[in-house]
């Protein structure tokens, strides 16, 4: 079993660095033509704190070309959590203790910087959501998240819905774990009057004993109302998790 796990990490290490590669090659290529499609590098570093068994507080910290496809863009974001539902012992020891629960709610707020080639744009959200998830059958888990987003833009309001459905499996081979997963996003914008954005993402989990969590995933974001699109992103998420 030892020698098996090591095969598996070694052949999901070696897929990791070929995706790396290619995607890096393309980021770095020229554009050809008219196509407004871009490929981007998205790295993200998040901590969670369980102040007990309910509540929880998770701040973020992200790098990347703006989710509305601009030109770059620094987030930092802070989310308090309520736990209100557990579930039976149904998984593999999940390193995030929201998993455990049938239902999550939450609130906080995130401050964005984009540099624009006329200037920086800045955003202050105040975000509202609610996490129901499901395990059908087996180990399979499921959650709809239901966001909303009170935007100001330069100073000018804008109201935003997001609802993400994720579907995730874990998998322990030996002493590896892993946990694939698949999402897709769809986007609601009050000042245009229209579902303007979707995402749809895969990505695998790799934990770390009960600190931390590297999650790694390729995503497709296409909208109606930016350029460039669609864009390609390779995404990088380093969690650490402690508690009190």
């Known amino acids: 079993m030892r020698e098996g796990s090591k095969k598996v990490a070694m052949l999901i290490t070696r897929v990791s660095l070929l995706v790396v590669l290619g995607l890096l090659l393309t980021i770095s290529g020229p554009v050809v033509g008219q196509d407004s499609s871009a490929a981007e590098l998205w790295p993200a570093f998040r901590v969670s704190l369980d102040l007990n068994p309910r509540f929880s507080v998770q701040g973020t910290v992200e790098k990347h070309n703006g989710e509305d496809a601009s030109l770059s863009q620094w987030k930092l974001g802070a989310i308090v959590n309520y736990r209100m539902r557990k579930i039976f012992q149904w998984v593999l020891e999940d390193i995030d203790g929201d ?136 995404g990088f998420t380093l969690n650490f998790y402690f508690k009190l």
């Not at 202050?124 to 998830?133: A, C, F, I």
């Not at 897709?184 to 245009?192: A, I, M, S, V, Y």
């Not at 600190?211 to 390779?234: A, E, G």
């Open 99 to 234: 998993n455990q629960y049938n239902l999550v709610v939450g609130g906080g707020y995130e401050n964005l910087n984009t540099k624009q080639i006329n200037g920086t744009k800045r955003e202050h959200r105040v975000v509202v959501q609610l996490t129901p998830k499901y395990v059908p059958f087996g180990r399979l888990l499921l959650q709809d998240r239901s966001r909303a987003e009170f935007r100001w833009v330069d100073g000018v309001y804008n109201f935003r819905y997001r609802n993400k459905l994720t579907a995730q499996r874990a998998f322990k081979v030996s002493k590896f774990r892993f946990t694939p997963y698949a999402s897709g996003e769809l986007f609601w914008d009050r000042n245009r009057h229209a579902w303007n954005q979707n995402q749809y993402a895969f990505g695998v989990q790799l934990p770390y004993k009960k600190l931390l969590m590297l999650d790694t995933f390729y995503l497709r974001q296409n909208c109606t109302t930016c350029s460039p699109d669609p864009v390609s992103v390779l």
